[in-house]
């Protein structure tokens, strides 16, 4: 059984931080590429950032690009956000996602395995 498991999500005012992590379990994905999504109120799904296996690339959307960055540790399975200089539109319930390729995907399709989401509200 796969199961990701976000965390870190909260309350926070417009400019502070927070840090999502995200933990996988039932096998091992240090070959496999992985990403955050969002969706907030009323909107898609949309790409927020994503690395590459080796953690070696990473790609982020425009709209968080210099506010976010992801990182990953391959030996306790976990991808992490840093989220930086929050803004009251990054509100919204983000998820981890897992692709079964080592290369980076903005497609939301092409993610294999998603976790349940954590919700991250920021307050202007």
């Known amino acids: 059984q796969v199961q990701l498991v976000e965390s870190g999500g909260g309350l926070v005012q417009a400019g502070g931080s927070l840090r999502l992590s995200c933990a996988a379990s039932g096998r091992t994905f240090s070959s496999y590429a992985m990403a955050w999504f969002r969706q907030g109120p009323g909107k898609e799904r949309e790409f927020v950032g994503a690395?590459?296996?080796?953690?070696?690339?990473?790609y982020y959307a425009d709209s968080v690009k210099g506010r976010f960055t992801i990182s990953r540790d391959n030996a306790k399975n976990t991808v992490y956000l840093q989220m930086n200089s929050l803004k009251p539109e990054d509100t919204a319930v983000y998820y981890c996602a897992v692709r079964r390729h080592s290369y980076i995907s903005t497609d939301r399709r092409t993610y294999d395995y998603w976790g349940q989401g954590t919700q991250v509200t920021v307050s202007s």
């Open positions: 690395i590459s296996w080796t953690g070696g690339t990473t």
